[in-house]
Every structure is written in C-alpha cells, then in structure tokens.
C-alpha cells in the first residue's frame, strides 16, 4: 500500500490506434494567431502500476487525512455564491470543517467550525447568519470572527476575551474560485496553480458566473471519480454516441509541474475508432449534444459547401459566446471555442479551458468513509464588462439514487456524467476482487493518473522524484 510510486522516461507509444499529434496538426489550420501555451509539455512517466489500496484501503484514507488536506490547497465555493455579508458555506473534509463566510467588511474568511468553548460546531450548513452562535451555550462571534458574548461571563474568569477571536484557515482565491488551505507555511495559491492562471487570461475569467451548480454522493473513492476524468480513452466503450465528434484517442497529455495537468481533445473531428462518417453527421451530432437543433429538424444548420463541421461549430460558437459576453473574439482559436481542454489542479478540482460553459469539477471524501465521496460539476457562463455580477446557480443536491439526467440546468451533460457514474462503484467493487491487486495504466493516455499520484506521494512522504 505504501509502496511509492517510480517515475521513468516516457516513450510515445506508436501512433496506430490514434494520433496524440492530431490537435497540432487541427492549429496548424487555424486562421488565428495560436497561444504558445497550447504547445506540447509531454510527460515523462512509465508502467509500473498502482496498489489497489490506494483507493480500497481506510488506512491510506486516514493518511491522506493526516498528510495530504491538511496540507494542499482545496476549492471550496465561487465568490458569488456568497455575495452578501453573511453569507457562507460549510465545508466538510475527513474529520475537518470550515465556515466560508463574507464579512460585513466583504471579505471572505475560513472559520474552523468549532466553538471555543466547548467545541461544538457553530454551523451545521450554509445559508445567512447575522453572527456566529453556538447552539449550544450561545458563545457568539461577529461576521469578521471577532468574539462578542459569553453566557455566565463571571464563571469564566480564566478565559481573556481578547484572546477568543475564531481561529481561521487561510483564503485565497482565483478567478472567483475560493480556496482554502489549512497550512500556515504552504506556498501561495498561485505558487500552487502554477501555469494555470497565464493560460486562462485570455478567458475573461473575471466575468465569469456559475449558471448551474449540481451535486451528488457517488459509492467509490475520491480518486477514482476524479480520474475519471483524466483520460479520454475510455469514450469508445462508455461514450460511443459522441465519438462521430470527439477526437478521443486523438487527444494530447501535458503536465505542467506538481500540480498541473491537462488533456485537449478535439472536438468537430471523428474518432479514428469509427469509419465512413461525414462532415453532416458530425455537425447534427455535436450541435445535438449542445441542445442546438440540427439540419433535419428545420434550425437552418446547413454545412455550407467546402466547410468543416469544426470550422462551422467554432464559429456559431464564437458568435454566441461574443454575444454573451460583449466581447471581440476575433482573435480566439476554433480550439479554444470547442475542443475540451481540460485542466486538473492537486489534488481534486478541475477547469475546462475557454470562453464560455466552462466545466468545473470538485472531488471530495464523503468525511471518513473511503468508499463514498462527493462530486460537484459546475457550469460558469460570462457577463458583460460593466454589468452587475448575475445571482449564482442555487445548489441542486441530487439525491445517492437520483442520475445526472435529473439535473435539467446541465442539459445534454446529464446522460454522459451518467455514463460515466455508472462505470465507478463498479470499479470499486472490481479492485476489492482483484487477485492481482493492481491496477495498469496506458503510459501516456492515462499518464495524468500517473502524474497524480507521484504528486500524491509526495504530499504523504511516500517518495517520487522531484
């Protein structure tokens, strides 16, 4: 279980089954100027494999609880899901608790959700206070921590008041995204994210609002949910319906330090597993996928003569998200308005690339249970520069037994998640029955699991080169 894990020289396998170099042979067609950071930064792991118990085992559990989300940087809330003094989130991981609260000074603060009295959780879930008050006793503090009150005042007189502020986690955010971290000493937040943020300038980030904000409680373990995510090799067996569009194993693999990693997949192409598909079908069936209607039902979406299904879904893209977001996207790659770039920051959140619907995902454990964690997605939309910040997508908790299907604000994304869920207690199940007790992993279409847990390894002081 503890055994770390080695890195080695990646080779590129053979391109037959695909072509990793695919997506730089779709921006050598582009019209545009292409950002540098689209580039290759390919990386260089090899085969061994992974001990099940890293996802089986509640003793690797309790060492990730001791060693790892004290220690790493965890998205917690969008800034604009707590617009007003007051408001605040609970946020729950293994035996921790935080309240995220904005202050009456707008400033939003981590609280260690637990009085200093008799250590009673001040808060059981979100919503808005007017001050923090035990339920028990009725220790209060204002919004900014600061202590107020004590019942039976002359019964304490050991304890200074001035010294009873909350005691608070650091906050940092990034593009709205509010992060947390319990370790005094750990690097910034943009120590951690690296590359991540010069990548996203160009994405109007700023302006950017959760139009829809779902979660659900899935029966397998953190790191298997969020690796589901890390590769795109498994479209032709769980996704065969979007492969007349989705460049699968033509996708390209980069890592970008410790703690960045991403995958583009190019999207308006066919997958190399599928034959004898045309450029209509391709178009119907990705303007199908993103609720638009296709030329056979009437919507005009004609594919004019000598066009690409890209080139024309990239720019019935660009128009919309201009639209959106009363910008010039002139000078935005057809990569950059379709193609699924998705970034992974240590150790569970990840960002799609882009100018609009960017796709968010946070995995967390489900408290102290290594079979069951919590998956939120989130989809940001853009606003205009000088409007007002729309109200955030309420919260849409889907019940353990409820699909994705039934969350309505994520449209045509439900039915894929489901696919996807449906593969993962299973894959738990199997791990737990393997007479090997391993698990294999591609070298380089599943080298981001790789890269995750090297990085893992070093968080738990289990080795892993620098």
Known sequence: MNKPIEPQIFVRPPETAGNPMRFQELLAQETVEVPAFLQPAPPKFGNEDLDVARYTSHAFH?????????????????EE???????????????????????????????????????????????????????????????????????????????????????????ESWAGFVFINFDPEAPTLLEHLGVLPAHFERYL???????AHVQRRIACNWKVAQEAFFEAMHTKATHPGILTFTGDVDSQYD???DHIARAI???????????????TTTLNDILALSGRMSETDGSGHALPEGMSARKYVGELNRQAYAAAAGADLSDATLAELEDAILYSVFPN???WAGYFGNIVYRVIPDGDDQDHCLFDVYLLGRYPAGSPCPPAAPLNRLADDQPFTAAPEIGALGPVFEEDMRNLPFMMKGMRASQRGQVSLASYQESRIRHHHLTLDKYLGLGGAE
């Open 205 to 211: 980030m700023d302006r950017s609002v959760s139009i």
């Open 265 to 279: 997949t190019p999207m308006g192409v066919v997958s190399p597993n599928l034959g004898g598909v045309d450029e």
């Open 62 to 78: 309790r060492l990730e609880a001791e060693k790892l989300w004290p220690k790493a940087w965890q998205f917690v809330v969008r």
């Open 81 to 171: 899901e707590v617009p007003r003094p007051g408001d605040h989130v609970v946020y729950d991981i293994v035996d921790r608790s935080v309240i995220l609260m904005r202050g009456e000074d707008g400033t939003i603060r981590g609280f260690y959700n637990s009085c200093l009295h008799r250590g009673r959780t001040l808060r059981n879930q979100g919503g808005t206070a007017g001050q923090l008050k035990c339920p028990f006793h009725g220790f209060t503090w204002d919004l900014q921590g600061r202590f107020k009150s004590k019942p039976c005042a002359w019964d304490f007189p050991h304890l200074d008041d001035t010294k009873l502020d909350l005691p608070q986690v650091r906050v």
């Open 255 to 257: 890592v970008f330090g």
């Open 349 to 351: 959140f990840q960002v």
